[in-house]
């Protein structure tokens, strides 16, 4: 079975911090999928990464990265110099190659960056 | 990259109606759609896997004879929430996988919030 975790229910910073979103992630296959969502209150689900199992590089994106460590099964969430429009519910999802492709989601981490 | 609409994307009903729902893979063939459902501050469930040529496979707890899905095409998924009632109102969001190879790529549409008066 599946399982993802995010253990931080709700995440206030000031504008300008940096501020780590955790992801734990649970499974026994070996190839799997591994995504984050930004969704703002308007409900519409924003992709912001998709990374397979065999790639554990980590990404930068702007002011966005992540790491990938599949010693400890994270695949951390970093923003860098909070704005404002941050704010939001971010959610943590992983897939399986085998099967039919679904996403299994985290409960989410809602996000406030205060000005 | 490719787009998932669903519509609507509001609608508000009176309990004991039926509301359908539509989830179209604009740009691309999806012989699998997800339907997923969300409660206010909870996470996003799944509640059914659409397949086209044949029937919807529902998650544990799913009534499929109040959740019917019908995938018309290759392009096109539809939820009909039959006889409403309050404690269907949710967000309902739809997704489309695309493979190729190993990739997984997942688009989801912008999701309809349903509320059952």
């Known amino acids: 079975a599946q399982k993802v975790t995010q253990a931080q229910t709700e995440i206030s910073v000031v504008e300008k911090e940096d501020v780590t979103l955790d992801c734990v992630y649970e499974?026994?296959?070996?190839?799997?999928?591994l995504f984050w969502y930004k969704q703002p209150p308007s409900g519409e689900l924003v992709f912001l990464i998709r990374r397979n199992s065999f790639d554990e590089q980590n990404e930068i994106s702007g002011r966005y990265s992540w790491n990938f460590q599949k010693s400890t099964s994270s695949f951390n969430f970093t923003i860098t110099a909070s704005q404002v429009v941050d704010s939001a519910v971010y959610f943590c999802a992983l897939s399986v190659l085998k099967g039919a492709n679904n996403l299994f989601f985290g409960t989410g981490t809602r996000l406030t960056v205060i000005p | 990259g490719a787009v998932v609409s669903q519509h609507p994307s509001r609608v508000i009903c009176k309990s004991g109606t039926s509301v359908k729902i539509e989830c179209r893979s604009l740009d691309f063939q999806a012989t699998t759609m997800f339907w997923y459902r969300q409660f206010p501050k909870q996470s996003l469930m799944l509640m059914a896997t659409s397949n086209e040529g044949s029937k919807a496979t529902y998650e544990q707890g799913v009534e499929k004879d109040k959740f019917l899905i019908n995938h018309a095409s290759l392009t096109l998924s539809t939820l009909t929430v039959t006889s409403a009632h309050p404690e269907d109102s949710s967000f309902y969001i739809c997704?489309?996988?695309?493979?190729?190879?190993?990739?997984?790529?997942?688009?989801f549409g912008p999701g309809t919030r349903l509320t059952v008066l």
């Open positions: 499974t026994r296959d070996t190839t799997y999928y």
């Open positions: 997704s489309a996988p695309r493979l190729a190879g190993t990739s997984n790529e997942q688009f």
